[in-house]
């Protein structure tokens, strides 16, 4: 599979894979499982910053989440260095939603990823998920999502 290719068909650019924030590594291959540290929103004019149910709506988090999605993919190319055909399938998200104690739709933020990687993967980007609310996320951000890829 030609990921860039198929991100193009979408109207979307893979972008460089971020560079970690801390100490930890930005993925992990282990047998035939890639464990790809959590994303932060991020898109082209900058970190996407919010909460949920207080400054930003569902749909705004859900395309905060499309940028996670985004940067996921682009680790799991650095990961294969390039060649995305030994990327089998997605296995699970784990989506983190920077929201208010009274906000109940992670599941629709967090659908901004998933309905990416369907997209973008076809049948292999269906995936077990958690969506979970989070009282604040790293540097202010509005969604953080990690992954998990089996290898050919």
Known sequence: MDLSAKLAD???TLPAAPAPAANYVPF???????FISG????GPDGL???????DMNTEEG?????????????QANAAVEGDFSKVKRLVKLVGFVNSTADFT????VINGASD?????????????????????????????????FELV
């Not at 992990?28 to 890639?34: A, E």
């Open 10 to 12: 979408l109207g979307l």
């Open 28 to 34: 992990v291959i282990s047998g035939t499982q890639l």
């Open 39 to 42: 994303q932060i929103s991020n």
């Open 48 to 54: 996407i910053c919010g909460k949920l149910g207080d």
């Open 62 to 74: 859900a395309k905060a989440a499309e940028t996670c999605a985004l940067a996921l993919l682009a």
């Open 105 to 108: 739709e992670q599941p629709k």
């Open 116 to 148: 990416l990687m369907v997209k973008v993967l076809g049948e292999a980007g269906r995936h077990a998920r958690s969506a979970v609310s989070a009282a604040s996320l790293p540097l202010g951000v509005a969604v953080e999502i990690e992954a998990v």
